[in-house]
């Protein structure tokens, strides 16, 4: 990614805001009185981790703790590597489907250098659930022998068929070309392989968040720099990774 201050390729002022609601601290039942300061004659030590983090670990994340911790997440990988990476704001797919911000969305992704990136991710959360598109290559020819133009969705519910979002996101990517006056047409889009590994699988209803952070650190580390259908699926494997690494992964988001 080219912005060294956030891990979002956009201008945050031209990105809807999520509504927050002050909450009022309750003491007893009631509103919570400021008091005067006391003395302690022993400092009381501070919890290793907070109660509200520790439940975070259990609930489904919502996209502006999703955000959060992708920011916090890429700002560990070295400046060159993130280069030929790009990734979209976790909104951005799900707005797209809403008529009235469908536009907007294809005006903000025209301004980005998606072309010139060997993957971009792209997080999508619908129906309650988060799952993980990746394009390939994007600007590359049809004819490249070395780097193949394709689409990847990874998904840790397979039983929620992923593939039933194949036509939107096929409508999307040529909805993306033709707003930056691309030749690709419809019918070359039609022909881009839209493939879908077997990945580990969650074990609860809430993890999927997670698991679509976790499918991006780990392939920031290990993808190729020339994705090809010869080496497909790579490292991407019903055994990719151990749930004993992903729990050590959510408790070092939240510490």
Not at 184 to 200: A, D, G, M, N, Y
Request: glycine share 4%; with cysteine; hydrophobic share 35%.
């Amino acid at each position: 990614m080219e912005i060294s201050s956030s891990p979002f390729p956009f201008d945050w002022s031209n990105v809807p805001q999520r509504l927050r609601t002050k909450r009022k601290r309750k003491f007893n039942g009631k509103k919570a009185l400021s008091r005067p300061n006391k003395v302690h004659s022993r400092p009381k030590e501070a919890p290793s981790r907070p109660k509200e983090a520790l439940s975070r670990l259990k609930e489904k994340l919502d996209s502006g703790i999703f955000d959060t911790f992708l920011m916090m997440m890429w700002k560990i990988f070295p400046e060159d590597r993130k280069a030929q990476f790009m990734c979209f704001d976790s909104l951005w797919f799900s707005l797209y489907r809403t008529s009235s911000s469908k536009d907007k969305v294809l005006t903000w992704i025209k301004k980005k250098p998606i072309f010139s990136k060997a993957y971009v991710f792209v997080p999508i959360v619908c129906w309650g659930h988060w799952s993980l598109l990746i394009l390939c290559h994007f600007g590359e020819s049809s004819e490249s022998t070395s780097r193949s133009r394709c689409m990847l969705l990874l998904d840790s519910l397979e039983m929620a068929n992923p593939r039933r979002l194949e036509p939107e996101i096929r409508r999307f990517v040529l909805d993306i070309y033709e707003s930056m006056d691309r030749p690709e047409t419809k019918r070359i889009v039609s022909q881009i392989p839209f493939l879908v590994p077997e990945v580990p699988q969650q074990r609860d209803g809430n993890e999927c968040g997670f698991f679509v952070l976790y499918f991006i650190n780990l392939f920031l580390e290990n993808a190729p720099d020339n994705f090809s259908m010869e080496g497909y699926p790579y490292f991407m494997k019903k055994d990719w990774f151990s749930f004993d690494g992903l729990d050590r992964f959510r408790e070092g988001l939240i510490q």
